[in-house]
């Protein structure tokens, strides 16, 4: 997910179906999923369990409507039970690890759930990295931003030349996506800008996904086209850079608020002069916190980390 707005950036399946992911999505967005990561923060330990041999602080409530429609959707795609790590740390929400075992098959417990709790931090570790490795270093042929229009059945409707470029740069064809990644990612942030528009405090629609998942970094954002955001929907997709960027390359790479706020200036081209008036504080200090910005973000100096910003 993306660390700042919680939104879905990319993601990976292991046997299971697109079609379920898509039905969760439904449920989430509905509000109706038990275990959306909000629902998981609020337990003792980040695991959710849904199915299977359930515990009281890590399932949600036996008669809840929740409950009850997440084990059909479960069912309805050969499952029988679910397990859900939240990958949270205090730079942000990170993602869900979602593991299923089949319908008649043994079912997950507590002593499952305490194992996985134990490698949340390992796979934040590696989510970092895995989104930090593929920083492009070479330019790519510029691609202007494409828009889709999505109807109130969260079906594409129409798409402008340049997102028919974006979707063809990004074909699953091509190895650079997942078969099932336009699809389910389309209707995702669709239905995420559907809830912020009536809900403020759930993630904004805006993804950001690394150069590592699709050779170059993608910015997916959402518009309701209507006042209560049943209708039409605009999905844009553009290059990831500058200031749509920085805040997710900042958590990526694990910079506090003040080099985050060092980084900005630096982007609008500031000196460190400039910079240490601005923040009332030294040029010394500026510069040491600019040294760690480039040693944290694996660049030699400000024109490669401008670069990097496509700046």
């Not at 299977?52 to 069912?75: I, M």
């Not at 996506?177 to 993630?203: Q, Y």
């Not at 998942?213 to 993608?218: A, D, K, N, T």
Request: hydrophobic share 40%; charged share 20%; proline share 9%.
């Amino acid at each position: 997910m993306n660390p700042v707005t919680g939104a879905v950036s990319f993601g990976f399946l292991h046997t299971f179906s697109p079609g379920l992911v898509r039905d969760q999505l439904y449920e989430s967005y509905l509000g109706d999923d038990p275990f959306s990561p909000v629902d998981v923060a609020r337990l003792p330990a980040p695991v959710g369990l849904i199915g299977g041999d359930e515990r009281a602080d890590q399932a949600p409530p036996p008669r809840s409507p929740g409950r009850r429609r997440a084990l059909e959707v479960l069912t309805a795609h050969g499952a029988g039970c679910e397990l859900r790590l939240l990958l949270r740390d205090g730079r942000g929400l990170w993602g869900l690890l979602s593991l299923l075992r089949s319908e008649g098959g043994r079912a997950f417990g507590p002593d499952d759930a305490e194992r996985l709790a134990r490698i949340s931090s390992p796979l934040i570790t590696l989510l970092r990295r895995y989104a930090t490795a593929g920083e492009p270093r070479t330019a790519r042929p510029y691609l202007p931003a494409g828009v889709v229009i999505v109807g109130a059945d969260n079906e594409v409707r129409s798409l402008t030349p340049e997102a028919r470029a974006w979707l063809g740069e990004i074909d699953p064809a091509h190895g650079m996506a997942p078969e099932w990644m336009p699809m389910v990612a389309m209707r995702e942030i669709t239905l995420a800008a559907r809830r912020h528009l009536i809900d403020p405090s759930a993630p904004a629609p805006v993804a950001c996904s690394p150069a590592a998942f699709l050779g170059r970094r993608v910015a997916v954002h959402a518009q309701p086209l209507d006042a209560d955001g049943t209708g039409d929907v605009a999905v844009i997709l553009q290059e990831a850079t500058g200031d749509l960027l920085l805040p997710v390359f900042s958590a990526w790479h694990g910079l506090t608020a003040r080099e985050r706020q060092i980084v900005q200036h630096l982007h609008s081209g500031a000196a460190p002069k400039q910079i240490a008036r601005s923040l009332s504080v030294s040029p010394h200090t500026v510069n040491t916190h600019v040294k760690t910005v480039f040693r944290k973000t694996g660049v030699s100096g400000r024109d490669e980390l401008l670069a990097t910003l496509g700046a």
